[in-house]
């Protein structure tokens, strides 16, 4: 337990971190109120800043989901009909499409921040044993264990790969041979990658693996714990009491 | 535990698919407490060899018989795998927890070992091989010797009965190499080591062979 919280650097049981993310997510994502939305992200930040693991990777994560963001508030502001606040050009924005646009990004980034700083930082295996405990199927675990592995395995190909281009005086440039070669790297990594993961099953298989995942250390719910329980459930309270006034 | 044979390929063929026979009709036996090494040009066939006594690949043709039982499913190589230490030649394929620490510990704890005594066996087996200390460091980020002895350390940490490694010394500096020959000097052991080093293979086991065309010779 103590090596979990060094490594981690954070204090929360990771079945208590995972039920609150499940269900913080649902009602935000379901939700349709901006307030919902706005005390969403507060919140969202707040805890991050109590659980002050590593912002600097945060923020990073939360630069390309806002890449995706960015090109929403591109369309969906100029495609939704409504009254119009603004034109540029031709385009006209309007004030339903605009909201509509906001909605999303509070939400969205509500929803990563939530689940960046509560799940990716007590290691793969620490997830792994709290899905156990909180008795979901070991076959579903599995699925997700390989495929965090595939994920991460292609990511340290791919520099390999890189590497191996580099020192063989690789240049891009416009021109059939940089997209040939692009065309390559990618055969070569999905290739790698697969054989990879096999490779890795074999590995877990010699060492008696047989579908079930047993960890060294135990999760006990502590004293953080109960303090982090009430916060969370408090804040889901809050949450859902805004959403139902609305609806009333 | 008196096994005459603990490991007995009759009549083994073998070829990945699309590719003409690697292994023809081979046969092989490892007995209770011999020393076998296997040397060989690359693509010989000796990992494909291994990977056949671990069950990770079934061959054609042929009968693959482990410590007296013929062994054809996926079910009947789980004792297999847990009685016999594998080295993968290639460490990042063996490799894949976050920590050195639960690295050690998979093997144990996969069969039902007690967690206060998985603790034990992981500080001795890292102790074992020098890596001491390297608990809560991830295995992808450890330099390429100290994967291969993490990887080694992986297996020392299951007893097995029986070691099968491929290239263990590969890329160990000269103080590891003589801390590992040390272990696999300890007697008892029954093991195959494939290597390119004849004079490594001359000093640790008793009987070396070399596969050509498809079948197993010993090197007299
Ligand atoms: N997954 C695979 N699919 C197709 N061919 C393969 C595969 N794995 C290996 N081979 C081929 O089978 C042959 C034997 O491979 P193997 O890995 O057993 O050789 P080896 O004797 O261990 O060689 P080395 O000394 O290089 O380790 C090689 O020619 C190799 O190209
Ligand atoms: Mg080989």
Redesign the interface.
């Known amino acids: 337990m103590k090596e979990f919280e060094l490594r981690s650097g954070r204090l929360i049981d990771p079945r208590v971190s995972i039920i609150y993310t499940l269900i913080f997510s649902i009602i935000i994502a379901l939700s349709s109120n901006m307030l919902v939305a706005v005390v969403g992200l507060i919140s969202s930040i707040i805890l991050t800043i109590l659980i002050a693991i590593n912002i600097a990777m945060i923020l990073r994560r939360l630069l390309i989901v806002n890449i995706f963001i960015l090109i929403l508030w591109l369309i969906l502001p100029f495609s939704t009909p409504g009254p119009i606040i603004f034109s540029i050009g031709g385009l006209k924005a309007s004030m339903s499409g605009v909201s509509y646009a906001l909605l999303i990004s509070l939400k969205s980034n509500a929803i990563v921040i939530t689940a960046i700083s509560l799940l990716s930082s007590g290691g793969i295996f620490n997830l792994v044993r709290a899905l156990s405990d909180l008795r979901i199927p070991d076959k579903l675990i599995y699925i997700f264990f390989l495929f965090y592995r595939y994920t991460y395995v292609l990511f340290s190909e791919y520099e390999t790969i890189k590497q191996g281009l580099k020192i063989r005086g690789f240049e891009p440039k416009t021109s059939f041979h940089t997209y040939r070669t692009y065309g390559y790297v990618l055969g070569a990594l999905l290739l790698k990658g697969y054989e990879r993961s096999e490779k890795i099953h074999r590995a877990m298989l010699c060492r008696g693996f047989e579908g079930k995942y047993r960890l060294l250390d135990h999760f006990r719910i502590g004293p953080n714990d109960l303090i982090a329980i009430f916060m969370m459930a408090l804040n889901i309270i809050i949450l859902l009491l805004l959403q139902w006034n609305r609806l009333i | 535990m008196e096994q005459i044979n603990l490991i007995n390929l009759k009549g083994v063929c073998f070829g990945y698919p699309q590719r003409p026979d690697l292994l023809s009709d081979l046969d092989f036996t490892l007995n209770f407490q011999e020393r076998v090494g296997i040397i060989g040009p690359n693509g010989c066939g000796k990992t494909t060899l291994l990977?056949i006594i671990?069950g990770?690949i079934k061959p054609r043709r042929g009968e693959v018989e482990i410590f007296g039982k013929t062994r054809r499913e996926e079910g009947d190589?789980?004792e297999v795998?847990?009685k016999i230490g594998?080295l993968?030649q290639?460490s990042?394929?063996?490799?894949?927890?976050?920590?050195v620490?639960?690295e050690v510990?998979?093997?144990p704890?996969?069969?039902g070992v007690n967690?206060e005594m998985?603790?034990k066996i992981?500080a001795d087996t890292l102790a074992r091989v020098g890596l001491s200390g390297f608990?809560?460091r991830t295995p992808?980020s450890l330099s390429g010797g100290e994967k291969r002895r993490l990887a080694l350390a992986?297996i020392f940490a299951?007893n097995p009965e029986v070691l099968l490694l491929d290239e263990p010394t590969i890329g160990l500096d000269e103080e590891t190499v003589i801390r590992i020959k040390e272990i696999l000097k300890s007697p008892g052991l029954s093991y195959i080591i494939v290597s390119q080093n004849r004079l490594f293979l001359k000093e640790l086991t008793d009987i070396q062979y070399t596969i050509n065309n498809g079948k197993i010779k010993r090197i007299e």
């Open positions: 990977y671990m990770l190589f789980k795998r847990k594998f993968f290639n990042d394929d063996q490799l894949f927890c976050p920590s620490k639960e510990a998979f093997g704890l996969n069969f967690k998985v603790q992981v608990e809560p992808y992986t299951m």
